[in-house]
């Protein structure tokens, strides 16, 4: 049985971000630590772990996923690259649920061929957070993955912002992902309780 994901999912690169925005009600939130050594990676994990607990926010590690197995962690997340040196057994030993990123079928298809607990596609918009080989997906390639993924969970990121979520959310999307759009936000918090207020409006 599949379990839910909350639609609006954060995604920040430290666990200073978890303490500004998680306690303002957040439920999902991804720390993609990078250019940490691996000593830095596991005590900001730790401490985004401690905020989320305190807060009931499920937590999801990025890449790291041996920290995550070590601190209990809810989720591992990993790129297509992460997956070639992962050890998907470990993880499901542990106990920890886990998420995929997908641009293309044949990511897709390797993709589901480890059973994950939620899908990704992204960009869905032009994205400024990372340079992509991959043109924006758009919304019809939403709702293409929604009908592959069956009732797994499909998380929608790159380029979206409050007002695209409807159009997100009805393409097929269950959760929407957002990185800039808060972090580079003249007042993050308050775009925090607007992406809160507009997931639970639309869903």
């Known amino acids: 049985m599949m379990r839910k994901l909350d639609p609006f999912y954060l995604i920040v690169d430290n666990a200073e971000w978890l303490?500004?925005?998680?306690?303002?009600?957040?439920?999902?939130?991804?720390?993609?630590c990078k250019n940490m050594d691996d000593a830095t990676v596991r005590d900001e994990i730790r401490r985004a772990k401690t905020i989320c607990t305190k807060h009931d926010c499920q937590l999801v590690v990025n890449?790291?996923?041996?920290?995550?197995?070590?601190?209990?962690?809810?989720?591992v997340h990993l790129g297509q690259g992460d997956m070639d040196t992962a050890d998907f057994k470990a993880i499901r030993q542990a106990g920890?649920?886990?998420?995929?990123?997908?641009?293309?079928?044949?990511?897709?298809?390797?993709?589901?061929?480890?059973?994950?607990?939620?899908?990704?596609?992204?960009?869905?918009?032009?994205?400024?957070?990372k340079k992509m080989p991959?043109?924006?997906?758009?919304?019809?390639?939403l709702g293409e993955w929604k009908a592959l993924v069956g009732d797994r969970p499909l998380v929608g990121i790159g380029g979206l912002n409050p007002d695209r979520l409807p159009g997100v959310f009805?393409?097929?999307?269950?959760?929407?992902?957002?990185?800039?759009?808060?972090?580079?936000?003249?007042?993050p918090e308050v775009r925090t309780r607007e992406w809160i207020a507009a997931t639970q409006a639309v869903r």
């Open 19 to 32: 303490e500004r925005l998680v306690p303002l009600g957040v439920r999902l939130a991804q720390l993609r």
């Open 63 to 75: 890449d790291y996923w041996q920290a995550a197995i070590e601190l209990d962690c809810d989720y």
């Open 96 to 129: 920890i649920r886990l998420g995929l990123s997908t641009h293309d079928h044949a990511e897709l298809e390797r993709a589901l061929s480890h059973d994950p607990d939620y899908v990704a596609l992204g960009p869905v918009y032009q994205t400024i957070l």
């Open 134 to 141: 991959w043109a924006p997906q758009g919304l019809d390639r």
């Open 170 to 187: 009805s393409a097929g999307a269950d959760s929407a992902a957002v990185v800039t759009d808060i972090t580079l936000n003249a007042d």
